[in-house]
């Protein structure tokens, strides 16, 4: 079954910049952008741009009716998750492919409660250096998805008439035949880049040369690697150097989401990360100092919006 018909639900850097890439490439009316009115309002308004060119989005609200999605892709922060599920209620149906681009490691199973486990392929968004700025998205490298089953060495059929509408759109993405190695290291790498950067200030240049920030950031990641051996997942230094090599080759003027949150004094998703780092940490009896010294110092810059 071919993919036509696409929702998004959040319009935050990887919204626009998934949204502003496919409304070039199928019609405006199978792309839609949803939203409650009060944003669309404002939306229209103020009008939403990407790399300094105006989107052209159809919005709808969550209320109106209309045939289900092919492809629900899912890209609002974890706080906004339990809301969005309901809101795109009127764009699942039987045959609804659903994407969740959300950091951290618990999105789809949370969606899968709600919508079956059978509609959701898991995913990894990487490599982006996407800046977003009120309504302005600023981003030299789009990354790309990677896209799989939870069970391991399967290409489904789902998988495959996604990667078929990617193909089809131009749209970057890699097949993964072990999500939740993948997934696991994403986070591993956010856990280091995300809160480093937010806590010192600056920008992913600073994680890129020699000095505390990249030490903070890999010290981070290590915990995660000790804790993901705890629960199965088994990361190696193989894959702290893979994913450390892919945060050395973003833009180095480009910030991650956290210090883009600290910055603008927006709660951050600091529980996604060191919370749950800190959780497993208590759970499994693994020690987690410098995630523990991340949390405190994030909550104390919070505290002071």
Known sequence: MEIKKVSIIGLGALGILYG??????????????????E?????????????????????????????????????????????AIEAVKNHVGENTIILSALNGISSEEIIGETYGMDK???????????VKVGNHLTCASMGLLCIGEREEGIISEKVKRVAAFFDQTEFPYEIETNMMKRQWGKFMANVGV????????GSFGDTQKAGEVRETMIAAMKEVLALSKKVGINLTEA????????LD?????GKPSMAQDVEAKRFSEVELFAGTVLSLGKKYDVATPVNEALYERIKAIESEY
């Open 39 to 83: 944003r669309i309002n404002r939306y229209e308004r103020e009008q939403v741009f990407c790399n300094g060119e105006r989107c052209d989005f159809h919005y709808v609200t969550p209320e109106e009716n209309g045939e289900p999605a092919d492809l629900l892709i899912f890209t609002v922060k974890y706080d906004g998750l339990k809301s």
């Open 20 to 37: 502003n890439h496919f409304s070039k490439r199928i019609p405006k009316e199978d792309l839609r952008i949803i939203a409650d009115q």
């Open 120 to 130: 959701v392929l898991f995913t990894v968004a990487q490599g982006m250096d996407a």
């Open 194 to 201: 995300n809160q480093a950067v937010a806590v010192y200030g």
């Open 239 to 246: 894959e702290l150097t893979y994913w450390i090599t892919i």
């Open 249 to 253: 080759k973003l833009n180095p003027k």
